[in-house]
Every structure is written in structure tokens, then in C-alpha cells.
């Protein structure tokens, strides 16, 4: 699976939005059109990268998933301070394409960093 940093800020803000980590989220609602299982894979990444707590488990026998626990980490609410902005969220990556770069976290991090600076004038 290749990661789809579109999806993993889709899935940060939403969590976002949520009640503390006891509220039912819906992946297969959420996220029509997406594979169930890719955007569980992603939250796994995401709890593995400690932006997300918790526990995202797939059941391939009826394409669902059962989250227990999922909640922003520090890491998850800083990264979506930078990237909330969709006009931010372009820039940043938009420069990594155009560099011809692969996408990583960290790299994605400093470019919206830099992106946000400069909306400030401070770069």
C-alpha cells in the first residue's frame, strides 16, 4: 500500500471533529469510495507514527473495522495546525511535487511549516 498523506489529513480532521475516543467513528461512511481497509491501514500507520492513539482493527469477512480508543496525539493536532488550511495543504505539498521529492512526514512537516512562515512573513 503507498501512503495517501490526502487521506491521512481527511482522517485527522474528522477525528478532530469527534467526541472524546468513545465516539463511534464510521470509516466506511466517512470515506465513501474508499477502500475500507486502505484508510484502516492508514490509521494504523497514523497510531504507529504517534498521531493517533488507540487501535484500528479490519475484518476482511465483512469489510469493517472496530476502532477502540482513537484519539488525536499532540503529533496529530500539531500536524493539523499546520495543514488545517486547504490553501496551505496545497502549497506545502504542491512544492514537494514540484521538487520532485517523496513524500515524508518529516519533510511534509518542515514544508508546511515554511509555507506557514511565509504566510506570516516570517521566512
Excluded at 20 to 42: I, M
Excluded at 47 to 65: E, M, R, V
Aim: with cysteine; net charge neutral; hydrophobic share 45%.
Amino acid at each position: 500500500m503507498k501512503r495517501d498523506m490526502d487521506l491521512i489529513r481527511a482522517i485527522l480532521l474528522d477525528i478532530e471533529t469527534r467526541k472524546p475516543a468513545y465516539e463511534r467513528w464510521d470509516a466506511e461512511t466517512f470515506f465513501k469510495g474508499k477502500d475500507v481497509a486502505v484508510v484502516v491501514e492508514h490509521m494504523n500507520l497514523l497510531i504507529k507514527a504517534n498521531f493517533l492513539t488507540g487501535k484500528a482493527i479490519y475484518n476482511p469477512q465483512d469489510n469493517s473495522c472496530s476502532l477502540f480508543g482513537i484519539d488525536l496525539t499532540w503529533n496529530g493536532h500539531e500536524f493539523l495546525s499546520l495543514s488545517r488550511e486547504s490553501h496551505v495543504w496545497k502549497i506545502a505539498k504542491d512544492k514537494i511535487i514540484d521538487a520532485g521529492l517523496a513524500f515524508s512526514m518529516p519533510l511534509l512537516m518542515e514544508s508546511l511549516k515554511n509555507v506557514a512562515k511565509n504566510c506570516l512573513n516570517l521566512g
